[in-house]
């Protein structure tokens, strides 16, 4: 019986402690149009050329701004984003 009520108390404390961690990496609206514009601007640059050097730092910074797009649940926000 003790190792029953110590289980589901461990339970509970795992679920206390992950959900907010979900609920920190959602971003707001704002937040997700940024990135959204930080994307389009990256892609726009790395379309138009330059040197190798700019185009690996614009790619770097593409990859960048597409992690955090996927890590922060933007996808949810697609059809209100401009």
């Known amino acids: 019986m003790r190792g ?9 404390l795992l679920a206390s402690v ?7 990496q959602e971003a707001s609206l704002e937040q997700c149009q940024a990135l959204k514009d930080r994307i389009e601007r990256y892609t726009a640059l790395r379309r138009k ?5 700019r185009m690996e730092g614009w790619r770097k910074q ?9 890590e922060k649940g933007c996808r949810a926000y697609r059809r209100e984003l401009k």
């Open 49 to 53: 050329g330059g040197s190798t050097s």
């Open 18 to 24: 992950t959900a907010p961690t979900a609920a920190a």
């Open 62 to 70: 593409l990859r960048s701004a597409e992690e955090k797009f996927r």
């Open 4 to 12: 029953i009520i110590v289980g589901a108390v461990f339970a509970l």
